[in-house]
């Protein structure tokens, strides 16, 4: 059975599905969040002020960076958590099936695609400080810092995780058995992924642009995913970027604000570098993962018709 056919596993009911769905939004955008809703809250002197703290995604309520970045991080920590229980005790699969087509976790593949991109990250970092370094500040200080990165070793992967499960693993196995095709549920969930990042503070700053960057991610993940059978490599793609981008670098209009090495203080605008990975830099990981896994028969795989098993 291939990756999508694995929610054949499973119960799949419209209403199983709705339930999942519910669930797991009460989790994470109602359970999760309440911890930092209540940290505000103590910090807010009104109500019009915690308002104001909120259309600003709290990041200028004044919280210690490393409690805001926890706090943001521990919503994500409770999706997972309830997604989990929504396809064991709701879809009633494991969370094997969730994740990859194979008998079990393959993390190699996972810290391949982890390493890989984590020292191309890194590279890349340096060379534009190395291109622009009067466009960055050295900010080490090492109590905040060794604090941040156990948290982002510790808990951005579950952020990472919980959204490439949602995304490449839940929704695009449930719309591919409903459409009964590859290519609908990867242009779907790489565009909602893309639009959900949109409330994110850099495209506030940059512009609508800079989406190309976000689906183009999105897309991305989903090819890597389809063409593997399986999350393991996006899961570890997507983690080493989130938490190189915690440590690494940080401005005072990202997503991530944080006690990192250097401070960018250049100018909002929307580069080449912007770019770069969607145009470049993703096609050179494909065609390196091609080589490493053997993935053939690519049209198949990404736009091919999705048929019930006969024995699940």
């Given amino acids: 059975m291939n990756f999508i056919q694995q929610a054949y596993k499973g119960k799949n009911e419209w209403y199983h599905w709705l339930f999942a769905t519910l669930l797991v ?104 400080i190395l291109l622009a370094p009067e466009n960055f500040t050295w900010n080490f200080n090492a109590v905040p810092f060794f604090i941040l990165v156990a948290i982002s070793v510790v808990f951005i992967p579950f952020q990472t995780s919980f959204e490439e499960l949602l995304f490449r693993g839940y929704f695009m196995q449930g719309i591919g058995i409903l459409v009964k095709n590859r290519w609908v549920p990867l242009l779907v969930t790489s565009l909602v992924f893309g639009i959900l990042h949109g409330t994110n503070p850099e495209v506030a700053k940059l512009g609508q642009s800079i989406m190309i960057f976000y689906i183009g991610t999105g897309l991305f993940f989903g090819i890597v995913t389809l063409m593997d059978e399986g999350t393991e490599i996006a899961l570890g793609l997507h983690a080493i970027n989130n938490i190189t981008a915690a440590f690494f670098v940080t401005t005072d209009w990202t997503v991530f604000q944080t006690d990192a090495l250097y401070i960018d203080t250049s100018e909002p605008s929307v580069t080449w570098e912007m770019f770069l990975p969607v145009f470049i830099l993703y096609p050179l990981m494909l065609f390196l993962f091609s080589k490493k896994y053997g993935w053939t028969n690519w049209k198949e795989k990404l736009t091919g018709n999705i048929i019930k098993p006969s024995k699940v």
């Avoid at 359970?31 to 995604?57: H, R």
Wanted: net charge positive; aromatic share 20%; charged share 15%.
């Fill in 25 to 128: 939004f009460f989790g994470w955008q109602i359970l999760g969040v309440l911890p930092l809703i209540m940290a505000v809250a103590i910090k807010s002197k009104s109500a019009s002020e915690f308002t104001a703290f909120a259309q600003e995604n709290f990041m200028t309520a004044g919280l210690d960076k490393n409690l805001l970045l926890f706090l943001m991080l521990f919503m994500f920590f409770i999706g997972f958590i309830f997604l989990g229980i929504a396809i064991k005790y709701i879809h009633n699969r494991s969370i094997t099936s969730l994740i990859t087509s194979r008998d079990k976790i393959d993390w190699k593949r996972f810290f391949y695609g982890f390493f890989v991109w984590g020292i191309l990250a890194v590279v890349m970092t340096y060379i534009s």
